[in-house]
């Protein structure tokens, strides 16, 4: 009885990462054609760089982390 429980719960972290892929596939994909042409690549991953640099500044300041002047 037991052992067809810790089956299926073993079973579980086999779901969660298809359901991440499968997010991260879905939201991404769009961006797979982008990254052909140079201009558009060079473009997206200062577009990407950017934002990165955005979110880590923003939080460090919220946080308290580095001094604000």
Same mark, same amino acid.
């Given at each position: %009885?037991? @052992? $067809?429980?810790? $089956?299926?719960? =073993?079973?579980? +972290?086999?779901?969660?990462? /298809?359901? !991440?892929? =499968?997010?991260?596939?879905? *939201?991404? @994909?769009?961006?797979? +054609?982008?990254?052909?042409? +140079? !201009? /558009?690549?060079? *473009?997206? !991953? @200062?577009? &990407? #760089? @950017?934002? !990165? %640099? #955005?979110? #880590?500044? /923003? &939080?460090? *300041? %919220? &946080?308290?982390?580095? +001094?604000?002047?």
């Amino acid at each position: %009885m037991f @052992g $067809d429980f810790f $089956d299926n719960i =073993g079973r579980y +972290p086999s779901y969660f990462v /298809t359901i !991440v892929l =499968g997010i991260f596939f879905s *939201a991404f @994909g769009w961006l797979a +054609p982008l990254w052909k042409r +140079p !201009v /558009t690549a060079v *473009a997206l !991953v @200062g577009f &990407l #760089v @950017g934002t !990165v %640099m #955005v979110v #880590v500044f /923003t &939080l460090r *300041a %919220m &946080l308290g982390l580095t +001094p604000v002047t």
